[in-house]
């Protein structure tokens, strides 16, 4: 396995072997050639878009034919602009579903410790540092979209290592200096216990094993969490395993929404139609664990 001069990636690189074996037949196809370093590569877990003038200019109007002109004036629009404008990132489609979910979560609690279940190009890590500057935030994910987040994050330069730690086992300490907390996916019983407020899942439960789910939920309960999740109401990986999100172990939390979630029906693309329907629905609920 390659080494590079970076205790924090060496640290993730050598959990890959094990979160290979939890792996559903769509990472074991999306990963199986995986630039392990280049942030730019295309990926099956969010993209890292440049900013070109007119292009951007074309991604504007059709964000804007899309999904409105209102989201673009939201304060958490203008912190993802000033942050990506630093780089010349482009705020695309992925970036803009994280904007909509803050501003939907901004009317809940203030959360003190939020755990993002399967995060990609560090869009829902960026946002969370920003709008939640007291919390610690647990990212639990496949090692190699770890190390990708974490590039990515660097590149932004808007947290510094010792601020970040990496979960080596289920027994591992937890420090209160730490803001970022990486967890490799199959580590994911460290998260027990942790007193969790807020657990968030964007378009990756779709992608799992079911049994890895199931897991997960009981994780989210057993911290007694909030839960926001937006996923395919159906979704057939490559062995023919079933992903059904009305079927999810939801158990007796309180759904306060559980519906098609309204800025995930269309997408758009910068060639001839432009502007596409998504082939299936895509739902989205916010749960309340006690």
Request: net charge positive; aromatic share 16%; glycine share 4%.
């Amino acid at each position: 396995m390659k080494h590079v001069e970076n205790k924090i990636i060496n640290k993730i690189l050598s959990h890959i072997p094990n979160d290979d074996k939890i792996k559903s037949s769509h990472w074991k196809f999306h990963l199986k050639n995986k630039e392990l370093f280049n942030i730019y590569s295309k990926n099956e877990f969010g993209s890292f878009t440049r900013k070109f003038f007119y292009k951007s200019i074309i991604i504007y109007l059709l964000q804007i034919i899309i999904y409105g002109y209102k989201i673009t004036k939201s304060e958490i629009f203008k912190i993802y602009y000033e942050i990506y404008s630093k780089i010349d990132r482009q705020i695309d489609s992925d970036t803009l579903r994280h904007i909509f979910i803050f501003n939907l979560l901004k009317k809940y609690d203030d959360f003190k410790k939020i755990c993002i279940i399967g995060d990609g190009k560090a869009n829902f890590l960026i946002g969370a540092l920003s709008l939640y500057p007291n919390a610690q935030i647990f990212s639990i994910n496949l090692s190699e979209v770890l190390i990708d987040d974490y590039l990515v994050l660097k590149k932004h330069k808007i947290i510094d290592d010792d601020k970040i730690h990496v979960v080596e086992d289920i027994s591992d300490n937890l420090y209160n200096s730490s803001k970022i907390i990486f967890v490799p996916s199959y580590l994911k019983n460290f998260l027990f216990e942790k007193k969790i407020d807020l657990f968030v899942n964007i378009n990756s439960f779709q992608e799992m094993k079911n049994s890895e789910v199931t897991k997960y939920f009981d994780i989210i309960k057993n911290n007694k969490s909030l839960l926001y999740t937006s996923n395919r109401e159906y979704k057939k990986l490559y062995d023919g395993e079933e992903l059904i999100f009305d079927n999810y172990d939801w158990g007796n939390g309180l759904k306060i929404f559980y519906e098609e979630c309204p800025w995930a029906k269309y997408f758009y693309s910068t060639k001839p139609p432009f502007i596409h329907k998504y082939d299936g629905k895509i739902k989205h609920a916010l749960v309340r664990y006690n």
